[in-house]
């Protein structure tokens, strides 16, 4: 094992720290940022449009929002130190692996359907 492997290694974060969202999710992400010599917590959100490298030391996310009728896109690393957490505000029922399609959307139709729970669910919850 090479030293850069080993320091990969000891840059992963454990799996139960990892955030669960798949593509299509809304997620409200909490990044420290550092300004001068004063840290604070950042919370962007937006839809996941894509992944990158699984969850690997490399792996990756893109989060897109709508910020002053601009598109804003930033990808944030899956294992970075400065990801405080990731919430998973709304769940979507996505058919492809990349969402980037929703570039050329605007209003209704760059929306993504959200994933409907299922009866079982729905019923042990109000019992």
Known sequence: MTALDEL???QL???DKLPKFNIGD???VHFRIVEGEKERVQVYEG???GRKGGESAEGRFTVR???FGEGVER???LHSPRIEKVEVTREAHARRAKLYYLRERSGKS???KAKER???QTASAEA
């Open 118 to 120: 299922s009866t079982k």
């Open 8 to 10: 990969k290694k000891a």
């Open 110 to 112: 760059a929306r993504v």
């Open 65 to 67: 929002r709508v910020a």
């Open 13 to 15: 974060k454990p799996a």
């Open 47 to 49: 839809v996941v449009i």
């Open 75 to 77: 990808v944030f690393p």
């Open 26 to 28: 809304t997620v409200r």
